[in-house]
Each structure stands twice: as C-alpha cells, then as structure tokens.
C-alpha cells in the first residue's frame, strides 16, 4: 500500500503561481510513476502531467509549457509548479502514484484561481 497526501492549494490571482507537494509512504519502492490529475466542478477528472521513475514527463496540452512536475526521490515526494494560472485551472487537484499492484490516490487539494 501507498498513502499519499498533498498540500500546498489555495486561492491565486490569474498569471499567479502556485507549488502543489504530494509526499509519497509506505511501499514506496514499488512505485512506477507519480503524478496528478484534476477534477474540476462538474466535469470528470483528467490527468495534468505524470513522470516516471526514467525521469520521462507527460502533460496535458492545456498546461504545458505552464505547469512543470518534478520529484525529490530523498524525500519521497512529488511536486507540480503551476505558473501562469488561468481560472479554468480551478479544480481540486489530487495526487496519484502506480505500481504494478495498482492505482493509489491522495485525498487532493483545492486551488482556486479567482481576482
């Protein structure tokens, strides 16, 4: 098992920025990708960007060249720096990791971009 949890939501002005965290425990060894997806009100949830243990990166067309996800493998932790922020960019935003057991979800984090 993987538990995951976020921080780092809040509320930001358009063309803010804003740096999500998502720490990573437990069977952490087995974990093939981290990542995070969002779900914005009404409308299903959709991947934002993934990055594998090659260090290999995937993102959405809506927030690339944006937002950039890294990791701190010392400290077990995934992070997504969200620039430019638009106010379609509100959603809760939840962390997700991969092994080859499953699927593992954090229990996200609200970011709220508003004037």
């Known amino acids: 098992q993987v538990q995951l949890v976020e921080s780092g939501g809040g509320l930001v002005q358009p063309g803010g920025s804003l740096r999500l965290s998502c720490a990573a425990s437990?069977?952490?060894?087995?974990?093939?990708?981290m990542g995070w997806h969002r779900q914005a009100p009404g409308k299903q949830r959709e991947l934002v960007a993934h990055?594998?243990?090659?260090?290999?990166?995937n993102y959405a067309g809506s927030v690339k060249g944006r937002f950039t996800i890294s990791r701190d493998n010392a400290k077990n932790t995934v992070y997504l720096r969200m620039n430019s922020l638009k106010p379609e960019d509100t959603a809760v935003y939840y962390c997700?990791?991969?092994?080859?057991?499953?699927?593992?979800w954090g229990q996200g984090t609200q970011v709220t971009v508003s004037s």
């Open positions: 997700k990791a991969g092994d080859q057991f499953g699927n593992y």
């Open positions: 437990g069977s952490i060894f087995s974990i093939n990708y």
């Open positions: 990055i594998f243990n090659s260090g290999n990166t």
